[in-house]
């Protein structure tokens, strides 16, 4: 894709979101809906954000993932900022919640209601920044390197045209053991030049959607060695004309988690280890969910891969696991290891590595 066409894509979703989009319900499609209800808790959050910021909410999924309180999160893509005010109100006055944003018109919805949120939150002083910038240079928006316990993104991704740019930015603003948690849409197979130049399909965040297999590769080169799917459903599009146009292409939305960790191999190898749940994440007394095949109940001890060892007690989960095992001796792939993710041959997107 050459330089004028990036440009060229990026005014056209300014277009949309900014002047096309004045409501949630003028999507064409579903693809930017989210498919499964919150929470009650993540309800009545929601239901204390303002109309108007709720109204342009387009996101493809839930971004909220455990252990929040304190936490110093950024939001790409944040638009109105509906997920910046849920995080806010979740991270505690005490965290911190940035959203960047290139769309004048979100972004002043986003900024005109910091005060009512801060608040309706009972805080003494907003806890939350909005920034305009594009997330493909988000070393340009005064941001230090190795700050963020956690990014988040919600059907942005996608937006994009230069996908290895965001995640390369998203690398290094993370802190070690930090997190990149996202929701986007994927496609099973790459998507043909004629439909990337469609405005109305890439708005509508089908045409930009990576071919799962290309993201996780392009999440190993920019360090994020064992990408993970937290969470995944099919999309149906709901529109003839667009699905005449897409043909047998078929599409995911999926939630990733990847971590900036440093020795993360590309292959879930065992070394005898294994960690037990304590029990003590908030909302979660009984069971913790890693990842869509790490379900991980309370008390009960659970052997891991060496990958799966350090996603846990390399991060901000450590102090609610106890840890078994060294890195002393090497017994082979994990037992029931999959292949990695790019020689899937199947059109649905991998989990991981690891099928522990």
């Given at each position: 894709?050459?330089?004028?066409?990036?440009?060229n894509?990026?005014?056209?979703?300014?277009?949309?979101?900014?002047?096309?989009?004045t409501?949630?319900?003028?999507?064409?499609?579903?693809?930017?809906?989210?498919?499964?209800?919150?929470?009650?808790?993540?309800?009545?959050?929601?239901?204390?954000?303002?109309?108007?910021?709720?109204?342009?909410?387009?996101?493809?999924?839930?971004?909220?993932?455990?252990?929040?309180?304190?936490?110093k999160?950024?939001?790409?893509?944040?638009?109105?900022?509906?997920?910046?005010?849920?995080?806010?109100?979740?991270?505690?006055?005490?965290?911190?919640?940035?959203?960047?944003?290139?769309?004048?018109?979100?972004?002043?919805?986003a900024?005109?209601?910091?005060?009512?949120?801060?608040?309706?939150?009972?805080?003494?002083?907003?806890?939350?920044?909005?920034?305009?910038?594009?997330?493909?240079?988000?070393?340009?928006?005064?941001?230090?390197?190795?700050?963020?316990?956690?990014?988040?993104?919600?059907?942005?991704?996608?937006?994009?045209?230069?996908?290895?740019?965001?995640?390369?930015?998203?690398?290094?603003?993370?802190?070690?053991?930090?997190?990149?948690?996202?929701?986007?849409?994927?496609?099973?197979?790459?998507?043909?030049?004629?439909?990337?130049?469609?405005?109305?399909?890439?708005?509508?965040?089908?045409?930009?959607?990576?071919?799962?297999?290309?993201?996780t590769?392009?999440?190993?080169?920019?360090?994020?060695?064992?990408?993970?799917?937290?969470?995944?459903?099919?999309?149906?599009?709901?529109?003839?004309?667009?699905?005449?146009?897409?043909?047998?292409?078929?599409?995911?939305?999926?939630?990733?988690?990847?971590?900036?960790?440093?020795?993360?191999?590309?292959?879930?190898?065992?070394?005898?280890?294994?960690?037990?749940?304590?029990?003590?994440?908030?909302?979660?007394?009984?069971?913790?969910?890693?990842?869509?095949?790490?379900?991980?109940?309370?008390?009960?001890?659970?052997?891991?891969c060496?990958?799966?060892?350090?996603?846990?007690?390399?991060?901000?989960?450590?102090?609610?696991?106890?840890?078994?095992?060294?890195?002393?001796?090497?017994?082979?792939?994990?037992?029931?290891?999959?292949?990695?993710?790019?020689?899937?041959?199947?059109?649905?997107?991998?989990?991981s590595?690891?099928?522990?």
């Amino acid at each position: 894709m050459t330089n004028s066409s990036k440009i060229n894509i990026k005014d056209q979703v300014q277009e949309y979101y900014g002047k096309i989009l004045t409501h949630s319900n003028d999507l064409k499609t579903n693809a930017c809906c989210t498919s499964e209800g919150p929470n009650k808790k993540i309800k009545k959050i929601i239901s204390d954000i303002h109309e108007e910021v709720n109204n342009r909410y387009y996101g493809c999924g839930l971004i909220l993932p455990q252990v929040l309180e304190g936490m110093k999160i950024l939001d790409l893509g944040s638009g109105s900022g509906r997920d910046v005010y849920v995080l806010s109100k979740l991270v505690g006055e005490k965290g911190y919640v940035a959203g960047v944003d290139m769309t004048d018109e979100q972004l002043n919805i986003a900024n005109t209601y910091i005060d009512y949120h801060t608040k309706k939150y009972g805080y003494f002083k907003p806890n939350v920044e909005f920034k305009k910038g594009y997330i493909e240079f988000l070393d340009e928006l005064g941001f230090e390197e190795n700050s963020f316990d956690i990014i988040v993104s919600n059907c942005v991704l996608n937006l994009s045209p230069d996908k290895e740019d965001v995640l390369r930015g998203v690398y290094k603003l993370l802190k070690p053991g930090g997190e990149f948690y996202f929701s986007d849409v994927y496609s099973d197979r790459r998507m043909p030049e004629n439909l990337i130049n469609n405005p109305i399909l890439y708005g509508e965040c089908l045409s930009g959607a990576l071919y799962t297999n290309d993201f996780t590769r392009l999440a190993r080169k920019v360090g994020f060695n064992d990408p993970r799917v937290f969470e995944s459903s099919p999309i149906t599009i709901n529109n003839e004309e667009l699905e005449k146009l897409c043909g047998e292409i078929k599409f995911q939305s999926i939630t990733y988690r990847l971590f900036k960790i440093d020795k993360l191999e590309d292959l879930c190898e065992d070394y005898g280890q294994a960690v037990v749940y304590k029990g003590t994440i908030p909302d979660f007394p009984s069971a913790f969910d890693l990842d869509d095949h790490h379900h991980i109940e309370k008390g009960k001890f659970f052997a891991v891969c060496g990958n799966t060892y350090r996603m846990l007690n390399e991060t901000r989960f450590a102090e609610h696991f106890d840890f078994y095992g060294t890195w002393e001796t090497h017994y082979g792939i994990f037992p029931d290891c999959g292949s990695p993710a790019a020689t899937d041959t199947d059109n649905t997107a991998s989990s991981s590595s690891c099928g522990c």
